[in-house]
């Protein structure tokens, strides 16, 4: 079975904070995201990575940063965390091969900034 | 712009089929029509995809229109498990997916 983990389910941080949400998926898997999901928005893509050390912005990057040191893991970080960046964040992986069309997500993470 | 436009919500009984639209008028020729469900405190989990042809698997079927400008996830028979929020969408392959706000079903004992 496909498992996408992140590294909290729940997350409290103070405004200012450097915050990092973690993703590991043992797929082998080229293609990662991070989405954020709010009530009445669904789920907006924030940055994605195709390999290791590249990245391309998403629909909402502002506010955030990401990293890809290995393929197993992208990390999302916020600089310097907002109440507005209160939300649910969502980790997936997928292969990047023609003909391979899901995307696996993992829990999430419930970031709670104060 | 999530570009397929859903219900907000349905309602279903236990154990009959569940036709779910979706409305996706200006899809392009290359676009997939995928469809995705996030069922409570979960991440999304994917049913099916489909390019022209219908579509079946063991979660579901998925019917085309002719035009492409819909669609119908079909759930064979309902249970209480498949309560969950129904995502519709757009895309080439399995990149740079858009979710909108899907069609929350419920089902109903």
Redesign the interface.
Known sequence: DVK?TQSSRYLVKRTGEKVFLECVQDMDHE?MFW?RQDP??????IY?S?DVKMKEK??IPEGYSVSREKKERFSLILESASTNQTSMY?C?S???T?G?????????TRLTVT | D?KTTQPNSMESNEEEPVHLPCNHSTISGTD?I?W?RQLP??????VI?GLTSNVNNRMASLAIAEDRKSSTLILHRATLRDAAVY?CIRGF??????????TRLTIIP
């Open positions: 996408v293609n989405y009445g928005l669904g789920l907006r893509l994605f195709y998403g629909d969502l997936a997928s292969f990047r023609a391979s069309y899901e995307q696996y997500f993992g829990p999430g | 999530a997939y995928h995705y405190s979960q991440g999304p989990e994917y995809h995502y392959g399995n990149e740079k997916l858009t979710f909108g706000t899907g």
